[in-house]
């Protein structure tokens, strides 16, 4: 049976869903926590070598502040792992509503940032190739709705 109570009353350390799903949810939260923290402290490694952003130039110098933008960047996505190591240490029935927000973030890739022009950076002008975000996000976004949904699905 499904349980689509996505803010449950009382929120509890008690998982409902089907246990695949709670592990899928904390190796995918240690994963993107490991994104967030290089975003935020590494950022040139996150940029020029994972990302495949190339350098700019011009004066001024423009990375110093695009540096910054992308640890900012590192440093709210890891503001959200954190809410989700709490929910995975404290709240577990709300892990169900997690996936939600990682399922907006991850299809947003795919569907939002496409329709406002954003999807891809000019390969050869800013860019070496396409990130692992947006090559990885059909997958990602595949995976994240087929475990919310056993996260849904209460034990017998």
Known sequence: MFNFNLLPSPADNVYRGNKISLWFFIAFVCLMTWRSIIHMLFEKIGMHDIANLVVLTGDPNPMPLMYMFF???????????????????????LIPLMFVFWLIEWSGRLFLYPLIGRATVDTGIYSTG?????????????????????????KK
């Open 130 to 154: 396409n990130t692992p975000g947006v090559e990885g996000a059909p997958y990602v976004t595949i995976l994240l709705v087929i475990f919310l949904i056993l996260s849904l699905r209460e």
């Open 71 to 93: 640890s900012l960047w590192g440093f709210a996505q890891l503001i959200f792992c954190g809410v989700c190591w709490i929910v995975i240490l404290r709240y577990k029935s």
